[in-house]
């Protein structure tokens, strides 16, 4: 079955930085979208960033832009969010997503948490 783990979150000062990856297993992951959502306490889910299959395109939320970067190693099944210049803002659970709009599917991750102190 389709699996998507994420992992690297953690606990990080303001201004600081953090790196997650997403594994993606069960799928043709190159074949796939890949996104990064987050979601904080009582606040709806948001679109973070998104990398399409080949990794030619990238697109990210205003609030992130220039302080987030969205990879992807097809080799390696495995999506990555490099986050830099960390505000208290930016904490939420962060989902890992795969996306095959073609045919109608798509899988979430379970989430990893950041937490940003000021």
């Known amino acids: 079955q389709v699996q998507l783990v994420e992992s690297g979150g953690g606990l990080v000062q303001s201004g600081g930085s953090l790196n997650v990856s997403c594994a993606a297993s069960?799928?043709?992951?190159?074949?796939?979208?890949m996104s990064w959502h987050r979601q904080a306490p009582k606040k709806t889910r948001e679109l973070v960033a998104i990398?399409?299959?080949?990794?030619?395109?990238?697109n990210y939320a205003n609030a992130v832009k220039g302080r987030f970067t969205i990879t992807r190693d097809n080799a390696k099944n495995t999506v990555y969010l490099q986050m830099y210049s960390l505000k208290p803002d930016d904490t939420a659970m962060y989902y890992c997503?795969?996306?095959?709009?073609?045919?109608?599917?798509?899988?979430w991750g379970q989430g990893t948490q950041v937490t940003v102190s000021s």
């Open positions: 997503k795969a996306s095959r709009r073609a045919v109608g599917y798509e899988y």
């Open positions: 069960g799928l043709t992951f190159s074949s796939y979208a």
């Open positions: 990398i399409t299959s080949d990794g030619g395109v990238t």
